[in-house]
């Protein structure tokens, strides 16, 4: 008896210490984020310890030892790691703040993921690599999977150091970063160790490497101890003007211009934000990467610009694959924006809500328009969440709303497993437009399942041809007539199926993995119930240790080609008929961790009435941690035999040269013949004081024959100021 008492104290001092492992202390200590943790305070805090393997290997405790500690003062959020290494190297790719990509992927970094709401559906990403390179995100679910937007920028300190083998990451992040309710102390954290150097991954908790690490569903329940009420400052500024000069060579013209903006941004609670632009300027964002587009539809491209980006999650995740109800980079494509407001954020623990208006200019090619989006999000229950909307584009004079209008309003239902295995949306979505009445709807089902070595999905999308989206994004409802030079709008239901089955070896010194099933399967139905399109692809896919790779792909297309096709761009246009035609495409990934690497694939097969053979090349250099350049190069040859042949050459070289964690100077040539285009952008960029930027960036373009078309410089200075 005497022993069971004994076992039983044990237990439930065990439990005890453990429950208070899972909270994060107040304490009055200031100290100096300098990468030493020497000040005493770091003594007193119990650690967070136990990683497991996550990446390649996802099973066990890690292979080496890590431990986090955190406290708070009121105002930050402090934060100490060390990762026990077998080497004092470090090996980084970027001293450029953002991109996870070379902050941490391609480095050796520590990363932490929040969820102050702990709900699962939003949160933050915020990682540091060795060489203290700062890389912050947002991340959001979007109704069957995480994603992270990293356009979001935060004031924070971090520093790294080295000692022996240990390595050192020091981390201070306001509570004014963040949205949260004082009344919800626990948020769901999740901490991760990337080693570049042996490419694997360790995460604080236990997950497969199936799931990306910052699906929050596998964040740790921590509690904040006295979590401040209010932010310390509550109000931020940041004036700006640029410069710019544009010269249009084939038009002999010359133009320069000076702008001045204004963002501001007001924190109403710690959960609830206003955000407000007055004549932005977006002339320091990244260029496109231009593609190569062999369909018969459009291609959208991600959005850059920061105001649109805060809780973008709540605007974005609307509808489906293929029918994007609100796609920003509408706004402001034809004329200038004049200014915009934005609230968005939780106004209770299980409500969010957010609020868009943005008014453009009138000018000879576009009239003034106002674009509004309204969304409320509720979580019914702990598995479902489910999201209205009403998004508005109208047309406006002298502040006077006009009768050209379009509307869209949905309601979207998410599920969530408690397994974590299963998640699904339904969608339903209805447009109103001034001259349109009929045919308006849209809704879709999808649903997926995640394990280990099986992932499936299953979808159904029905778009009628009068969901008019005027700020949205559906290509497939518009389908261009090349012989009549005229688009014409159809409905479509489409259909669609994945499953992948994979293999993994755990006592293999060769192998990883094999994928030796991924099948996707798409098919698509006219109004009248016709099918008009079906694509179906197959992949086999053999990993190494080294994590290179070698796969195959086999695909098939069923085209029932209703209108005149000029792929070419020739004037000789693929007349309607049904064609079926198949390709196989063989290719290598390097190891991804050297100094040197790259990528190559090779395609042939038959397309439409003719053939094509395309190649697929990437290559990269790492000089750490001081330059990265890399090469991309994309070769399309279609042989139409009597309508012509023709060449598409895509190549893109991105040169970045580090000279410090706040200057860089980034350069991208892009030559794109098949939109006869020669583009060079250079940009350097100094970040003087956290979030002040200064940029200056240079702008050139030719045709394919290397004749200037046209170019242009802008500088812009932008100054952070906190209340």
């Known amino acids: 008896m005497k022993k069971v008492t004994i076992l039983v104290l044990l237990f439930i001092i065990k439990i ?12 009055v200590n200031k100290i100096k984020i300098d990468g030493k943790l020497d000040e005493s305070i770091w003594n007193k805090i119990k650690p967070f310890s136990g ?4 990446y390649p290997n996802d099973e066990g405790k890690a292979i080496n030892k890590t431990v986090v500690k955190m406290f708070h003062d009121r105002n930050y959020l402090y934060i100490g790691a060390i990762y026990y290494d077998t080497t004092s190297e470090n090996k980084i790719s970027s001293l450029k703040r953002d991109g996870q990509g070379n902050i941490v992927v391609f ?20 990682a540091v690599n060795a060489g203290n390179s700062q890389f912050d995100a947002l991340v959001n679910f979007n109704g069957t999977r995480y994603r992270y937007n990293e356009s979001w920028d935060a004031i924070w300190k971090s520093e790294t150091s080295t000692v022996g083998n240990k390595k050192i990451y020091e981390i201070a992040i306001p509570f004014k970063a963040f949205s949260y309710d004082v009344n919800r102390p626990t948020w769901g954290i999740q901490f991760f160790v990337r080693d570049f150097k042996k490419n694997i991954w360790m995460t604080l908790t236990d997950m497969s490497r199936d799931y990306i690490h910052y699906d929050l569903r596998f964040t740790e329940n921590i509690k904040i101890e006295q979590l401040p009420e209010k932010n310390e400052s509550r109000f931020n500024v940041t004036p700006s003007i640029t410069y710019n000069y544009h010269q249009d060579v084939k038009a002999n013209t010359k133009k320069s211009t000076f702008k001045h903006s204004l963002d501001a941004q007001y924190s109403i609670t710690s959960s609830l934000r206003l955000g407000a632009t007055i004549n932005p300027d977006f002339s320091q964002i990244d260029v496109d990467k231009q593609i190569t587009n062999l369909t018969r539809f459009n291609v959208s491209f991600p959005e850059r610009r920061n105001f649109f980006l805060e809780d973008s999650d709540l605007f974005t995740n609307l509808g489906s694959d293929g029918v994007n109800p609100f796609y920003s980079r509408r706004i402001g494509s034809k004329s200038d924006i004049q200014f915009g407001l934005k609230l968005s954020g939780n106004i209770t623990e299980n409500s969010r809500i957010g609020f868009l208006d943005v008014q453009t200019e009138k000018d000879d090619n576009a009239k003034s328009q106002n674009y509004s989006a309204t969304v409320f999000q509720q979580k019914i ?15 406006t004079t002298s502040f006077k709303w006009l009768s050209n209008y379009n509307r869209v309003a949905g309601l979207n239902l998410n599920y969530r497993s408690k397994n974590k295995k299963w998640t699904g949306v339904m969608n339903y979505g209805k447009s109103f437009t001034s001259t349109i009445s009929d045919k308006t709807s849209y809704y879709s089902l999808n649903t997926s399942y995640n394990k280990r070595e099986v992932t499936a999905s299953f979808s159904i999308n029905n778009v009628d041809k009068n969901y008019i989206t005027d700020v949205g994004f559906v290509p497939r409802l518009t389908n261009y007539d090349a012989l009549n030079d005229a688009v014409v709008r159809e409905g479509y239901m489409n259909v669609n199926g994945k499953l992948s089955l994979t293999k993994f070896f755990k006592d293999s010194n060769i192998f990883d993995s094999y994928r030796y099933l991924r099948l996707n399967n798409s098919n698509y139905w006219d109004e009248s119930g016709k099918l008009s399109e079906s694509y179906t692809f197959f992949n086999n896919a053999l990993w190494f240790k080294d994590l290179s790779s070698i796969y195959i792909n086999i695909y098939h297309n069923y085209i029932n080609l209703k209108y005149d096709f000029d792929p070419l761009r020739n004037g000789n246009s693929i007349t309607p008929d049904v064609y079926n035609f198949m390709a196989t495409q063989l290719g290598y990934k390097s190891v991804n961790n050297t100094s040197f690497y790259y990528d190559t694939a090779v395609r042939y097969g038959t397309y439409y009435n003719g053939h094509r053979l ?3 090349n990437s290559f990269g250099y790492r000089l750490l941690p001081y330059a990265n350049l890399s090469l991309e190069y994309q070769m399309n040859t279609i042989d139409l035999k009597k309508l012509g042949e023709k060449t598409f050459h895509l190549a893109q070289i991105t040169g970045e040269i580090f000279f410090s964690n706040k200057l860089s100077w980034t350069n991208y040539v892009q030559y794109n013949t098949q939109k006869n285009n020669f583009n060079v952008n ?11 930027y200064l940029y200056l960036v240079v702008t050139d373009n030719y045709n394919k024959t290397i004749y200037r078309t046209n170019w242009g410089v802008a500088f812009k200075m932008n100054y952070r100021f906190d209340f």
Do not use: M
Not at 51 to 54: D, E, K, L
Not at 381 to 395: K, S
């Open 51 to 54: 990683f497991y393997n996550y």
């Open 107 to 126: 480095s050796d970094a520590f990363g932490i993921v929040l969820d102050p709401f702990n709900t699962k559906n939003n949160g933050y990403f915020l």
């Open 381 to 395: 229950f702990q598995q479902f969440t489910a999201t209205g909307y009403l998004i508005n584009r109208q047309e």
């Open 614 to 616: 395309s190649s697929f």
């Open 682 to 692: 250079s940009r350097l960029q100094w970040e003087y004081k956290p979030l002040s």
């Open 16 to 27: 005890c210490y453990a429950q208070e492992a899972k909270s994060i202390q107040y304490h």
